[in-house]
T-cell receptor, first 115, second 112 residues
C-alpha cells in the first residue's frame, strides 16, 4: 500500500512551457485534490474531484487543468507555466471516515520552479 | 479574507513542557476542524480532529479544544518531544463538504 504518490519530486520549467504533475493513490478514495503551498500561506485548493469523470475548480484554478479518468489517477496540467506558479504542489485523497471528517492523505509534494 | 487564521508563525517550547498552538476562524458554518503536522520535504499528515458539536478531543499526548463562542481552537501537546518539531496546520471543513480551508501554519520548535 503506497498511499499517495507524486512525480516528479522536483521540476524546473521555463516560462511558457507546459507539463503534467502526476498523482496516484491506491486506497480507492473517491475524493482527490491538488493544492499549492506558498510561503506564509496555507494550502490553497487548485482543483478537486469527487470521482472518476467528475472534476471541479477550487480556490486558485487559473492556469491549471485536471482530468480524472480512473479512481487512482489525478494528473495536474500546467498549460503555459508562469513564474507565479513557482510553488510546492501537493496531491491529496480522502474518503469519509466516520467521525473523523474527511481526513485527507497527502503525497510528498512536487517542488516546481518556473524561470 | 482568511477564514482560518494561525496568528503565530512560530513557537519555541522546551522539551517536556506543554506546547499550545492556536487557531481562530470566522465562519460559523464550519462543522469539523482538523490539525495536520508537516515535516520538511514531506506532505502534511493528519494528527487529530474535532467535530463542532464537541469541545474537546484527546488522542495520547494530543488534545484539541474548541471554543465555539470565541471561534477559537487550540492544540495541546503534553509532554512535548523533539520529534514534535514540525509545522502544524489547522484546517476546517464547511457544511459537510469534502473541501478543507487551511490556516497558514505554525512552526513548532522543541528545544532540548
Amino acid at each position: 500500500n503506497a498511499g499517495v504518490t507524486q512525480t516528479p519530486k522536483f521540476q524546473v520549467l521555463k516560462t511558457g512551457q507546459s507539463m503534467t504533475l502526476q498523482c496516484a493513490q491506491d486506497m480507492n478514495h473517491e475524493y482527490m485534490s491538488w493544492y499549492r503551498q506558498d510561503p506564509g500561506m496555507g494550502l490553497r485548493l487548485i482543483h478537486y474531484s469527487v470521482g472518476a469523470g467528475i472534476t471541479d475548480q477550487g480556490e486558485v484554478p487559473n492556469g491549471y487543468n485536471v482530468s480524472r479518468s480512473t479512481t487512482e489517477d489525478f494528473p495536474l496540467r500546467l498549460l503555459s507555466a508562469a513564474p507565479s506558479q513557482t510553488s510546492v504542489y501537493f496531491c491529496a485523497s480522502s474518503y469519509l471516515i466516520s467521525g473523523r471528517g474527511y481526513e485527507q492523505f497527502f503525497g510528498p509534494g512536487t517542488r516546481l520552479t518556473v524561470l | 479574507d482568511q477564514q482560518v487564521k494561525q496568528n503565530s508563525p512560530s513557537l519555541s517550547v522546551q522539551e517536556g513542557r506543554i506546547s499550545i498552538l492556536n487557531c481562530d476562524y470566522t465562519n460559523s458554518m464550519f462543522d469539523y476542524f482538523l490539525w495536520y503536522k508537516k515535516y520538511p520535504a514531506e506532505g502534511p499528515t493528519f494528527l487529530i480532529s474535532i467535530s463542532s458539536i464537541k469541545d474537546k478531543n484527546e488522542d495520547g499526548r494530543f488534545t484539541v479544544f474548541l471554543n465555539k463562542s470565541a471561534k477559537h481552537l487550540s492544540l495541546h501537546i503534553v509532554p512535548s518531544q523533539p520529534g514534535d518539531s514540525a509545522v502544524y496546520f489547522c484546517a476546517a471543513r464547511w457544511n459537510s463538504n469534502y473541501q478543507l480551508i487551511w490556516g497558514a501554519g505554525t512552526k513548532l520548535i522543541i528545544k532540548p
